[in-house]
């Protein structure tokens, strides 16, 4: 059975920076594809970012499009969450899953099992 594990999370200054790593473990990342959400205190679930690891294929939701990338390392069975420029509105508990499909640059959700998270602080 898969088993993802989130970090990298942490209190960063409005405009900054942060790597996110999301560890596959229990098999390889081409039988996957990976994607990263966030909850935020009091809001719904949000989809970030999608990755087939075995095709390269990406997805990216619009309101993130421009300051997070999604990255792999296949050697070392990560999927990364690069995201720059950050707010106070990115405040939130993010998290990897294998429940996401990507097509046309887009990621399709099912989410139906996630790791613990790694909590984002951004302080203004």
């Known amino acids: 059975q898969v088993q993802l594990v989130e970090s990298g999370g942490g209190l960063v200054q409005s405009g900054g920076s942060l790597r996110l790593s999301c560890v596959v473990s229990?098999?390889?990342?081409?039988?996957?594809?990976i994607g990263w959400f966030r909850q935020g205190p009091g809001k719904d679930r949000e989809g970030l970012s999608c990755?087939?690891?075995?095709?390269?294929?990406?997805g990216v939701a619009n309101p993130v499009q421009d300051r997070f990338t999604i990255s792999r390392d296949q050697a070392k069975n990560t999927v990364y969450l690069q995201m720059a420029n950050l707010t106070t509105d990115d405040t939130a508990v993010y998290y990897c899953?294998?429940?996401?499909?990507?097509?046309?640059?887009?990621?399709?959700?099912?989410?139906?099992?996630w790791g613990k998270g790694t909590l984002v602080i951004v302080s203004s």
């Open positions: 899953t294998t429940g996401v499909e990507v097509a046309g640059g887009k990621c399709y959700w099912d989410i139906d099992s």
């Open positions: 229990g098999s390889t990342l081409d039988d996957y594809t």
């Open positions: 990755m087939s690891t075995k095709d390269h294929i990406t």
